[in-house]
């Protein structure tokens, strides 16, 4: 059998598709992990901004990164939001510096790679925003349930993987782009590790 995410557009008689990518997160693992960083809320609304980095399809230039980074502030301002920014082991260290440079002095910054933190931000959090970069990242926090925002960035290619993938989590109420409006909305956590292990004891 070959399990794969369903945008990577693979067909067979031996294919059993998934939404998302298949990781190795639990709903039991990430609450394990609630009182890792010990935030305190300030009774703010906590956003886990979880960092990927560079890969083909995207540069994470200083421009880019700038730009992202002004967003940010922008958006989730300081009296009503509380960031917690959780590097992936992709995240350069520049990135990281930038992160704890620009953002330290009013929220937290994980300084380097921390499964526990990365679990924990994950728990606490009302919102998450995970760079575009990666759809493993995003797939991990759809377990969650909670509002998923994607800070989308230029690619330096045509990504039809990524479009596709994007495409059918916006459809699902998984996902949506950063843009200045912030909602709050909810939709099934999905599981897909617990919904296709049947379906292989099964074949």
């Known amino acids: 059998l070959i399990v794969c995410p369903e945008h990577d557009g693979l067909e067979g008689n031996n ?3 998934t939404t998302g990518a298949i990781h190795y997160l639990t709903d039991k693992e990430i609450f394990r992990e609630n009182n890792y960083l010990k935030v305190d809320k300030e009774n703010k609304k906590i956003v886990a901004f979880i960092l990927g980095g560079p890969n083909k399809y995207y540069s994470f230039s200083d421009k880019e990164i700038d730009f ?3 967003k940010i ?3 989730f301002t300081r009296d009503k939001y509380k960031l917690v920014i959780v590097p992936s082991y992709r995240t350069p260290f520049e990135i990281t510096k930038k992160a704890y440079n620009s953002f330290g ?3 937290i910054v994980v300084k380097e790679v921390d499964k526990k933190a990365y679990l924990s931000a994950l728990s606490i959090s009302d ?3 995970v760079t575009c ?3 493993s990242m995003i797939s991990e926090a ?3 349930g909670k509002p998923i925002y994607v800070a989308q960035m230029s ?3 045509n990504n039809p993987r990524f479009q596709k993938f994007f495409s059918q989590f916006k459809q699902l109420n998984i996902i949506k782009d950063l843009t200045d409006k912030i909602d709050l909305w909810s939709y099934d956590k999905l599981d897909e590790v617990n919904r296709i292990s049947p379906l292989i004891n099964e074949k």
């Open 15 to 17: 294919v059993i598709k």
């Open 68 to 70: 992202l980074f002004n």
């Open 73 to 75: 502030k922008k958006i």
């Open 105 to 107: 002095h009013d929220h």
């Open 127 to 129: 919102y998450i925003v």
């Open 133 to 135: 970069d990666s759809t």
């Open 142 to 144: 759809a377990i969650t």
């Open 155 to 157: 690619a330096k290619k």
